[in-house]
């Protein structure tokens, strides 16, 4: 395997960055992987790390095809990489349990049972209430049934990316600590990377600065359209058994993690690049918890975490070659769903790297659409 720097330079060491230096490495080309914090310390680290290529926000849909190769390569990964590396990912099944409260509700879900079924692998059914109830008896009387999936699964998001992180490194990536600041060009192409006072020559750039991937608007003189969607989770201590499945109920979930916690959210806050849990968010997830599985009430806090998805104007990913700039691609944008895009999105753009194609479309992705 390699061990010499082939000129890439990947921005960011969460989900996206570390799976493109892995895949990288994988083509047999060593890249260094520049992170201004620590791995997985922002989204990658402190999502739910639930997933699923057949419900949720943009799939099925444009996204489906890098949804099921995202899971394609979870399943591989979490066969893989704790003998890889010797850390466990977490990596398991996790059935979803999406409930409906309203008549409105219940009919808009049955419509996606009958769109999201037929994938092998997968089971979608709809189940009415008492059928609901016996998935897990402590849901809400109130709910009138729900949507069940079976296929989908979970990972440890922070084990994850350490594990990704270790295994990119064994294929030959390196990973230094350092906040890119621009970039230097020759002609119409990239030749360094600005990291603090030191220039690292390089010939590709990939841009996976998650939300933060905006900064490169200055280096690149294009706008780079995402921003930070604040999310929050609480990681509860609750009696009685663990919750096997995650339950669900517009966009807020609860499931018990291989922690033994039960983790509660979510919130979607548009408040800028401020990752401090809130008391607010704190009550409204804990009220839609109650809604969801009301005979947990009494639960204590174990710790609350908060952290920032990356989100573009038409909530799709930004994948592919920055216009007018050679050998630099922009990779993030993958919003609630980048622990399962991620793996997908870091393979496709060393595949755009090393050969200049890829499997999977990505025109919806193009970084020029909104210029
Ligand atoms: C509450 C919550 C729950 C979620 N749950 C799920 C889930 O269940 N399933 C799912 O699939 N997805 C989930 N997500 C979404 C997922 O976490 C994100 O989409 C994904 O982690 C984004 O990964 P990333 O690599 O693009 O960005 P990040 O994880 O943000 O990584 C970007 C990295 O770049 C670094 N960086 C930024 N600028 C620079 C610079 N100039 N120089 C060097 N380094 C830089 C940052 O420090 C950071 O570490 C959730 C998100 C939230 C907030």
């Not at 390569?73 to 466990?88: D, F, N, V, W």
């Not at 849901?139 to 049934?145: N, P, Q, T």
């Not at 600065?209 to 604040?230: D, F, N, T, Y």
């Not at 008391?279 to 009494?298: K, Q, V």
């Amino acid at each position: 395997m390699p061990v010499k720097n082939d000129g890439v330079v990947i921005v960011g060491g969460g989900v996206v960055g570390l799976s493109t230096a892995y895949f990288l490495g994988m083509a047999g080309v060593a890249s260094t992987v520049v992170e201004r914090d620590s791995i997985g310390s922002h989204a990658s680290g402190f999502a739910l790390g639930g997933l699923s290529p057949v419900t949720g926000s943009g799939v099925p849909d444009v996204l489906e095809a890098m949804a099921f190769d995202g899971m394609r390569i979870h399943a591989e990964m979490g066969a893989g990489l704790p003998s890889e590396t010797g850390l466990e990912t977490g990596y398991g099944s996790k059935p979803l349990l999406t409930l409906t409260f309203d008549e409105a509700e219940a009919e808009a879900a049955k419509d996606a049972v009958a769109r999201q079924q037929g994938h092998e692998g997968y089971s979608v059914r709809w189940l009415s209430s008492t059928d609901a109830r016996r998935v897990e008896p402590r849901i809400s009387e109130e709910a009138l049934g729900g949507i069940h999936v079976e296929g989908s699964a979970q990972v440890d998001p922070y084990r994850f990316s350490l594990a990704l992180a270790r295994a990119a490194e064994g294929l030959g990536a390196s990973i230094r600590n350092g906040a890119v600041s621009g970039l230097v060009r020759q002609g119409g192409r990239v030749s360094g990377v600005r990291v603090g006072d030191e220039t690292l020559p390089c010939e590709r750039m990939v841009i996976a600065s998650g939300p933060w991937s905006s900064e490169a608007s200055e280096w690149l003189g294009i706008r780079v359209q995402v921003g930070p969607l604040k999310g929050q989770i609480l990681r509860l201590r609750a009696p009685g058994p663990p919750v096997e499945c995650s339950i669900g109920w517009n966009g807020n979930y609860a499931t018990t993690k291989p922690d033994g916690l039960l983790w509660a959210g979510t919130t979607e806050e548009e408040v800028g690049f401020d990752e401090t849990p809130t008391t607010e968010a704190r009550d409204r997830i804990m009220a839609s918890l109650h809604r969801l599985l009301p005979s947990l009430g009494d639960t204590a806090l174990a710790r609350q975490t908060a952290c920032l998805r990356p989100v573009t104007p038409d909530r799709l990913p930004l994948l592919g070659h920055v216009p007018g700039m050679e050998g630099v691609i922009l990779a993030t944008g993958a919003e609630r769903k980048g622990i399962l895009l991620g793996p997908s999105m870091g393979r496709i753009a060393a595949d755009i790297l090393t050969t200049g194609t890829s499997d999977v479309g990505i025109d919806a992705f193009d970084p020029a659409r909104f210029e």
